[in-house]
């Protein structure tokens, strides 16, 4: 019964925290700003602005829920918010397709193979 729990929990705890940490909205994708919203100066990406954040002059501070880094964002008007969604989905069709992580490893092997003759 344990080790169930603790099979449960370690499939449980990371659902939760994930979720809580990193969002991933499809690019593109039109948000809900609420109160405020403002453009990620790191990635470009649009979020809403938290209601209680510390407020800078016109920019406040905030933590980018999409790369995680905090700065001082500026409030955007909501005209200017659906642009950087937009714009999302340019970057979306300029996109490489990812190599799947298992595929460069074995890429890497590969190369590391032929590198001893
Ligand atoms: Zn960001």
């Given at each position: 019964m344990i080790v169930f729990g603790a099979i449960l929990l370690s499939f449980i705890v990371p659902l939760v925290m994930g979720r809580s940490k990193i969002q991933d909205l499809p690019l593109g994708a039109e948000r809900k700003y609420g109160l405020g919203g403002g453009i990620c100066p790191k990635?470009?990406?649009p979020f809403a602005l938290p209601l209680f954040s510390m407020n800078l002059g016109l920019s406040k501070l905030a933590r980018c829920p999409y790369c995680g880094k905090w700065s001082a964002?500026?409030?955007q008007p909501?005209?200017?918010l659906r642009e950087a969604e937009q714009a999302e989905l340019e970057w979306g069709r300029a996109e490489v397709p990812?190599?799947?992580e298992e595929e460069k490893l074995r890429k890497e092997l590969d190369d590391s193979k032929y590198q001893g003759l």
């Open positions: 990635c470009r990406r964002v500026r409030i909501l005209a200017k990812k190599i799947s």
